[in-house]
């Protein structure tokens, strides 16, 4: 639904303020992507948890129209426990890092809201561990998990192919996308999962965004996947502009679906948080 009213206000705002201006990138990073590389430091509201994500999206090379670009991708997305002290152990960790390419083009009509097509192409490995904030020292174990899991902590990679297209005007921009596993660990996975979103700018500074996937469920009975989940990531944010600070912005995140953790691959969460996000 909230994607729907973000499609219906996209198509009647006037807004032109630039909802990423910050980033030289081709292909501007989505907002909402739980998963697009970034620094962010996100408490989870109500919980003793917190996300912080320390990663960057980089063209190295554009060519002379600045139409075509090629760069890399690294990233860690972090999920700590927030204990006494101001101590934040680890519980679970991902690692990722690839190669990206990015294309755009001018579109000249007078039918559709938008004057930019742009494209992303990625080819990524992404690891995923547990670590001490997920293991028992005074029970020398670690924590509970379900049993069919087997041996803890076990071994999780995926590589993967990641397509992005969007159509964008300033202030505002939809986008679907497409991944394919061409290598997982555990195996069973489905290698097909899809994506779609919506972003607009809003007055002051602010801007909305949402974020919608559909990935693999994860059956124990069957040891592979059977069906597709949608897992959503709504997010409303404030950039610091007046603050004279472009490249920080707060906002508050609604997620609902699977875990984006790859150790929690088969675990459905829902929780809010808010935060502190540095684009570069």
Excluded at 20 to 40: G, H, M, S, Y
Excluded at 186 to 205: K, R, V, W
Excluded at 251 to 271: T, V
Aim: hydrophobic letters at 40%.
């Amino acid at each position: 639904m909230l994607t729907l009213a973000l499609l219906i206000s996209i198509k009647n705002a006037s807004a032109e303020t630039p909802l990423n201006p910050v980033t030289k990138n081709i292909f501007q990073p989505l907002l909402a992507d739980p998963l697009e590389p970034r620094v962010a430091v996100m408490p989870w509201l109500g919980k003793r948890s917190l996300q912080l994500d320390i990663g960057l999206s980089a063209d190295l090379y554009q060519n002379d129209s600045k139409k075509f670009a090629a760069g890399v991708d690294f990233a860690t997305y972090s999920l700590l426990r927030r204990s006494e002290n101001f101590k934040f152990p680890v519980d679970a960790v991902d690692y990722l890092f690839g190669i990206n390419a990015s294309w755009k083009k001018m579109l000249n009509n007078d039918v559709l809201p938008f004057d930019e097509f742009s494209a992303r192409a990625r080819i990524s490995h992404i690891s995923a561990h547990f670590e001490d904030g997920h293991y028992n020292a005074d029970a020398d174990q670690w924590l509970q998990q379900p049993e069919w899991l087997g041996t803890i902590p076990f071994t999780y990679s995926r590589e993967f192919v990641n397509l992005v297209l969007a159509l964008s005007s300033p202030g505002r921009r939809i986008y679907t996308g497409y991944q394919y596993l061409y290598h997982t660990l555990p195996d069973g996975i489905n290698p097909h999962s899809f994506q779609a979103g919506a972003e607009l700018a809003t007055p002051c500074n602010t801007y909305l965004a949402a974020d919608f996937k559909l990935l693999p469920i994860w059956q124990p009975s069957l040891n592979e996947t059977k069906g597709h989940r949608g897992t959503w990531n709504l997010q409303a944010g404030v950039r610091l502009n007046n603050l004279g600070l472009e490249k920080v912005r707060l906002a508050c995140n609604y997620y609902s679906g699977l875990s984006r953790q790859g150790m929690y691959f088969y675990h459905p969460e829902n929780y809010t948080t808010a935060g502190i996000i540095i684009d570069f």
